[in-house]
């Protein structure tokens, strides 16, 4: 009680939130809205990610009402800017389902935005798509898109084990919530893999500005395989040091490495190694086959509804494709509900089945976490660009 107590303190204490109306809903659209409400990070520091998935909410929307919305109905979206504060999305997220009684609620930017709705759209009954990193338990109300961390880290094990043959491998991760359950995934499930083995495990802080002392003991280890599981900043600073100790030994990078920022700072080192990380296909498409599925189906029509929106040089990126699928999913759900209300749409949304960015959409009564196999592909720098690995 203390704690909520305080909670509320610090909220009656916080600057209104600023959030806009949609005013796009075209008039063509028949029928009474369907209200949907939608939380991202636009100021501070996370706006990086808000402003790319406002960017796909908004092309989406006015294509879907374009096309007579929703089985008639325009959705119409309510947008709160958090501020990249979790404690504004909690406010935020209430705003939306009391006062503008919103029926759905998809976002966020970041994780612990997405933990601070969480409970908010437990407690008023209204579906919560998570379109960010947020590691969610089951929850009746709340659904995620992509694989999840646990799937992704087995893959990435699987991989390494299976495709490289590794034997002897180290892991190098940060401390982070998603790094740390990765890093007990690989822990627990190498036993699959009769002659493969951890010899070493070595964390740093995301902060950290040398892992120097961490790589030296792993190189000691002699490993044939280094998972390094982490995100873009520290895994630049890992590269630096492996270069800087000479190392040799092959590197398996988790997806969230690969960030523009990596090649930008240190995509000559990890080209010149070989480096390979496994990371969503959206970042190779360009380089696949035409008639590739992925290609085809969902990165194509995507790319060509952004720049006829946005102009012919707009580029689709990660943040555009977790939040398309998070939309693209709520759409369908809304489309097949009984009626089109919190409790019918969280139904259906457990019957819902797309093909995205991050994987199948494909929850269950018992599984929310959306795509049941992980759809990561393995990737190589060549050239300064991700290009697909080719063993």
């Not at 190189?219 to 890992?238: E, H, R």
């Not at 398996?252 to 995509?267: D, Q």
């Not at 199948?360 to 049941?372: E, L, M, N, V």
Request: charged share 20%; proline share 6%; aromatic share 8%.
């Amino acid at each position: 009680m203390k704690r909520l107590s305080a909670f509320f303190k610090v909220a009656l204490g916080l600057c209104m939130i600023f959030g806009f109306h949609s005013t796009q809903t075209p008039a063509l659209a028949a029928g009474e809205p369907i209200r949907m409400g939608t939380i991202f990070s636009i100021v501070g520091w996370a706006g990086f990610l808000g402003t790319a998935e406002k960017e796909v909410f908004t092309a989406m929307l006015d294509d879907l009402n374009g096309r007579g919305g929703i089985n008639g109905r325009p959705i119409e979206l309510f947008f709160e800017d958090d501020q990249s504060n979790p404690m504004n999305a909690a406010i935020a997220v209430t705003k939306l389902i009391r006062d503008k009684k919103v029926v759905i609620v998809v976002g966020t930017s970041i994780a612990d935005s997405a933990n601070a709705i969480v409970p908010v759209c437990e407690k008023e009954n209204v579906p919560f798509i998570n379109s960010g990193p947020a590691l969610i338990p089951f929850k009746k109300w709340i659904f995620s898109v992509g694989p999840g961390s646990i799937r992704t880290a087995d893959h990435v094990l699987d991989f390494g084990a299976k495709d490289l043959g590794a034997k002897r491998i180290a892991l190098l991760r940060s401390t982070d919530a998603d790094a740390t359950l990765a890093a007990k995934t690989i822990t627990t499930r190498i036993s699959k893999y009769r002659e493969a083995s951890i010899v070493i495990q070595e964390t740093f802080e995301a902060t950290d500005t040398s892992m120097v002392p961490q790589l030296t003991r792993i190189n000691a280890a002699k490993p044939d395989l280094i998972i390094l599981y982490t995100s873009t900043s520290p895994a630049t600073v890992v590269a630096k040091n492996y270069k800087q100790l000479g190392m040799t030994a092959q590197v398996l990078g988790s997806p969230a490495i690969t960030a523009p920022e990596f090649v930008k700072n240190v995509g000559k080192i990890a080209e010149e190694s070989r480096w390979i990380c496994l990371s969503v296909p959206l970042i190779v498409a360009e380089k696949m086959a035409s008639d590739d599925p992925y290609r085809k189906n969902v990165y194509e029509p995507v790319k060509k509804l952004m720049q006829e929106k946005y102009g012919p040089t707009k580029q689709v990126t990660l943040f555009h494709g977790s939040s398309h699928d998070a939309i693209e999913a709520a759409a369908e759900a809304m489309k097949a509900a009984k009626q089109v209300d919190s409790a019918s749409i969280r139904d259906a949304l457990e019957k819902v089945r797309i093909e995205g960015f991050f994987g199948a959409f494909a929850c269950s009564s018992t599984d929310h976490q959306g795509a049941p196999i992980d759809p990561m592909r393995p990737v190589v720098l060549k050239g300064g660009e991700w290009v697909p690995f080719v063993k």
